[in-house]
């Protein structure tokens, strides 16, 4: 059966080759650039770019080689407010936020699908490396490219109304797709790091728009102050790199950030085996998977942060909040990031980390 789809068109390779595959099918589809800043040239371009005018025309060109429909629709107010003001808020209380996480919840698959379904459209489909099997979120083919992780949030009623249809694909083998299309986008570079941040300063980015505010950076293991800092939301749990600590530890080896206080303004530094957690609190759970809501523990898999390590785990809900327990430990775990829970390669919930221990 023909559906009408509204193909998400970034302006790179993967969502062109994605509307291709889907008008070839046979659907009935219209392209649809997300604008995504009221001033685009403060975004990312070339090789490093996401959403700039450069993509839109490079959208807009794949479009017409594929033969369908395209338009531009103005999200540059919901992104701004759900995404970058959500980045910066989440940076100011201590935490450590995925904005393509929350570009994917808020925008492409809820500001994004809510008008696709108003205007009678079936689905939306995106260049995500992920699949849908029986309508299940599992991982890509391409473990390299896989971004299960970032579509973890979705719902299963907004998966319900997805299509990937580049999940059993390697990304050579899209690229290779693109240039048999004769799509100008096939040797276009992916997109890397914040699109919102143009120089990728993210620590400058966040002093702009929160000031700066100098405070201790202080040794978890002595209690003294080892430098100062212009504001904590300049760092990450698990930082190594730009600490500017006065003094060397005493025993010669790397301190790292093992948490930032945004209240006393405090960021406080330690050896790296400090980090280690094993117990991650989660809070905001999502089951989209064929698992219900665990309230004895489950066997399963956890993956903390998007191409990151996947760890053993027991996960269990106990009242709103997910429990997980991890089989070794983990390393760098903070507050905001996402857990997206795996059976196999598939997903069947996520969470946002509240604290780890």
């Known amino acids: 059966m023909a559906l009408r789809v509204l193909a998400a068109m970034s302006g790179g390779v993967d969502s062109a080759v994605a509307a291709a595959r889907i ?4 659907h009935d ?21 996401c959403c700039t005018i450069e993509d839109s025309r490079d959208a807009r060109r794949a479009a017409d080689v594929i033969g369908i429909p395209f338009y531009i629709w103005d999200m540059a107010e919901r992104f701004h407010r759900d995404v970058v003001e959500d980045f910066v808020n989440e940076y ?36 995500h490396h992920a699949r849908l099997v029986d309508g299940v979120l599992s991982r890509s083919v391409d473990a390299a490219k896989d971004q299960s992780y970032v579509l973890g949030v979705l719902t299963r009623e907004q998966l319900s109304h997805a299509i ?13 797709e693109a240039a048999r299309r004769g799509l100008t986008v096939a040797d276009k570079p992916d997109s890397h790091d914040i699109c919102f941040i143009a120089d990728g300063d993210t620590r ?62 405090t960021v406080t530094v330690g050896p790296r085996t400090a980090l280690e957690v094993t117990s991650i609190v989660a809070t905001r759970p999502v089951w989209n998977g064929p698992v219900d809501e665990p309230r004895e523990p489950i066997v399963c898999s956890v993956q903390l942060r ?7 785990c027991r996960a269990q809900l106990s009242g709103t909040d997910l429990h997980i327990r991890l089989d070794t430990p983990a390393a760098g775990v903070a507050a905001g990031q996402g857990a997206v829970l795996y059976v196999g390669d598939t997903v069947i919930g996520s969470a946002t980390i509240a604290s780890a221990s």
């Open 23 to 26: 008008a070839e099918a046979g």
């Open 29 to 49: 589809v219209t392209g649809v650039h997300l604008a995504l800043s009221s001033n685009p040239q403060s975004y990312r371009t070339g090789a490093r770019g």
């Open 92 to 127: 100011a209380a201590g935490r450590t936020p995925n904005p393509c996480l929350r570009c994917n919840e808020k925008i492409k698959f809820e500001a994004v699908l809510d008008r696709a379904l108003a205007l009678g459209f079936d689905a939306v489909a995106t260049g």
């Open 164 to 176: 990937f249809p580049l999940g059993d694909s390697t990304k050579a083998q899209v690229r290779e």
């Open 204 to 265: 400058a980015f966040l002093a702009d728009r929160l000031g700066a505010s100098e405070g201790p950076i202080v040794d978890a293991l002595s209690g003294e102050v080892v430098g100062t800092h212009a504001g904590a939301y300049g760092f990450t749990v698990g930082q190594r790199k730009g600490l500017r600590i006065d003094r060397p530890a005493s025993d010669g080896r790397p301190r790292y950030v093992l948490s930032v206080e945004p209240v006393s303004n």
């Open 306 to 312: 998007a191409h990151g390590e996947v760890y053993g």
